[in-house]
Each structure stands twice: as structure tokens, then as C-alpha cells.
């Protein structure tokens, strides 16, 4: 069954970057990944493919401002990467804002996220920082596994803090997300940082080269500049959502065995068993 990750956190953290190298990580089986951002304030398409042109016609913002979305209409707004097909983009293009089309409206975003599903073995939600876009808040909804990226610093921390009361309700499911340092530094105070707001679960530290991917526009080969502790925590998270198939699987087996089980039953309980008489014949005899 698909699964959706959903990746939320504070600004300048490395959400974007990380999305990028988990949509690797998952397609190396030549499974298939969605990777979806709902900024209009910060248009991706043209970050991902700074070498591609993509215009309005396959933006995002033509989908959530449907009518009604299927997955036709996700499908045919997916841009996917030219030297790696395992991997497609949605997101806003190069010269889009915040006022290009009507403001989404969150059921829109659930049809979105829910499309997108049936047709990827994993779908990938890149969230801005900000909770007044109804794409962060949907997308945290919706995800099977929420991954929280936070710098390591005051602003990091505070930012958190400021967004808890906004995720307080039940369906956010906030304190089973995974809480990951972004662009980690060796003077940054991650024990303390860390107590503040319970712990982390692991490190996604800066690099040069991944950096520099970033900024030449090739975000999608910074896996293989990933050091050990960022692959470490990359590796949380694959063996959670291996955990989360194998529960799934061990369900279904489960589920089927019942039902074949309670099928012979009603088998047995349907037939009508042969008696014989005290004679051992299948039927009486007649008087004469």
C-alpha cells in the first residue's frame, strides 16, 4: 500500500534538500515517488529543474484549483525527471506567488494527497514553514510517517514551540512525529536544544557538497554526499516505514487466513452429514 511522508519544519532547515534524498533513497528498487511541494511562495519546479523549462499548464496550483480532483488530473500535472523516471515533481513554476491563482482550500489538498497515493508507491510532502498555507497542516493530516525538521538553535526551538498549539488536535497526531536537527553544526548546542523540546532523533548535519548541490541546481545527487550520521538518520526512517509495510503485510495474511478459515466452516456447517439406521442401512425398511 502507497505511503505518504510527510516533511514539516522550521525555515532554513533542509526540508526541501532532505525530500529530495529520501525520493532517492525510496526509488532505488525502482519503486516510484511523488515528491509534492504546496509553497506558492517559493515556486520548486524551477529549483528542481533549473534546466528544464515547465510552464503554468503543469503547475499545482491548476490542480487544487479544480473542481474536483482525480487521478487523471494528478497524473497529468506530474513532471518527472528526465534522467531518473522513478521520481515525479508537482509544485508552483518559475514566476508564480501567493496571489497566481485562488487560495487552496484544505479538502482540496486531502483530494490531492489522496490521488496522488494511487498512482506512487510513496508519496513525498514538502511543507513550507508557515500554518497559514492549508498545505502544511492537510499534509501533516495526511501522512503515514511526519518527519519534524528543526535547526538545532533558538530560532529553531521557538519556532516549534510558536506551531505546537496549532497541531493540538487529534487527527495531527504530534507526538508521534520524527524529530530530525537539520543542517546541524558541530558548535550548535544539540543536547541542550534537544532537551528543550524532548530529544531528537537523529542528525541531518550540513555539508559543502550537499550545499553546493543545492545551489548548482542538482539536488537530486546529494545522496551520495551524505555522511554517516545523515545516512543513519536516513535509515530511521526507511526502517520505520519498513516496519509500517511489514505490519500491514503480517494484517492482511492475517485477515486472509480468517476469511478461508470461516469459508470451510461454513463449508462443514452447510453439509448434511449420512446417518444409517441401527442396521447399518441408509434407509428403513418397508412393512409389507
Known amino acids: 500500500m502507497s505511503k505518504t511522508i510527510t516533511v514539516w519544519g522550521s525555515p532554513g532547515s533542509g526540508k526541501s534538500m532532505f525530500c529530495c534524498i529520501l525520493a532517492k533513497a525510496l526509488t532505488r528498487d525502482k519503486r516510484k515517488a511523488i515528491i509534492i511541494s504546496g509553497e506558492p511562495g517559493i515556486p520548486m519546479l524551477p529549483v528542481w529543474l533549473p534546466e528544464q523549462i515547465t510552464t503554468a499548464a503543469v503547475s499545482i496550483g491548476q490542480v487544487l484549483t479544480s473542481v474536483e480532483i482525480d487521478t487523471s488530473l494528478v497524473a497529468g500535472h506530474v513532471t518527472v525527471l528526465k534522467n531518473y523516471p522513478y521520481i515525479g515533481l508537482m509544485g508552483y513554476c518559475a514566476g508564480e506567488n501567493p496571489l497566481s491563482y485562488p487560495e487552496a482550500d484544505y479538502q482540496m489538498v486531502l483530494q490531492?494527497?489522496?490521488?496522488?497515493?494511487?498512482?506512487?508507491?510513496?508519496?513525498?510532502?514538502?511543507?513550507?514553514?508557515?500554518?497559514?498555507?492549508?498545505?502544511?497542516?492537510?499534509?501533516?493530516?495526511?501522512?503515514?510517517?511526519?518527519?519534524?525538521?528543526?535547526?538545532?538553535?533558538?530560532?529553531?526551538?521557538?519556532?516549534?514551540?510558536?506551531?505546537?498549539?496549532?497541531?493540538?488536535?487529534?487527527?495531527?497526531?504530534?507526538?508521534?512525529?520524527?524529530?530530525?536537527?537539520?543542517?546541524?553544526?558541530?558548535?550548535?548546542?544539540?543536547?541542550?536544544?534537544?532537551?528543550?523540546?524532548?530529544?531528537?532523533?537523529?542528525?541531518?548535519?550540513?555539508?559543502?557538497?550537499?550545499?553546493?548541490?543545492?545551489?548548482?541546481?542538482?539536488?537530486?545527487?546529494?545522496i551520495k554526499y551524505c555522511n554517516s550520521k545523515y545516512t543513519a538518520s536516513l535509515n530511521k526512517i526507511l526502517d520505520a516505514l519498513e516496519k509500517m509495510e511489514l505490519a500491514e503485510r503480517q494484517e492482511e495474511e492475517a485477515y486472509e487466513a480468517e476469511y478461508e478459515d470461516s469459508k470451510y466452516g461454513e463449508a462443514e456447517y452447510g453439509q448434511e452429514p449420512y446417518e444409517d439406521d441401527e442396521d447399518g442401512y441408509g434407509e428403513a425398511d418397508s412393512d409389507e
Open 112 to 222: 490531492l494527497i489522496s490521488s496522488a497515493k494511487k498512482l506512487v508507491d510513496y508519496v513525498i510532502l514538502d511543507c513550507g514553514s508557515a500554518m497559514t498555507n492549508v498545505f502544511t497542516p492537510a499534509a501533516i493530516e495526511s501522512g503515514d510517517l511526519v518527519v519534524r525538521i528543526v535547526t538545532p538553535d533558538l530560532k529553531g526551538i521557538n519556532y516549534l514551540k510558536a506551531h505546537q498549539p496549532l497541531l493540538a488536535d487529534g487527527r495531527f497526531h504530534y507526538h508521534e512525529h520524527m524529530t530530525f536537527a537539520g543542517m546541524a553544526r558541530p558548535f550548535h548546542a544539540f543536547d541542550e536544544m534537544g532537551y528543550i523540546i524532548g530529544g531528537f532523533d537523529g542528525l541531518l548535519p550540513y555539508g559543502k557538497e550537499i550545499d553546493r548541490c543545492a545551489t548548482e541546481g542538482g539536488m537530486f545527487r546529494a
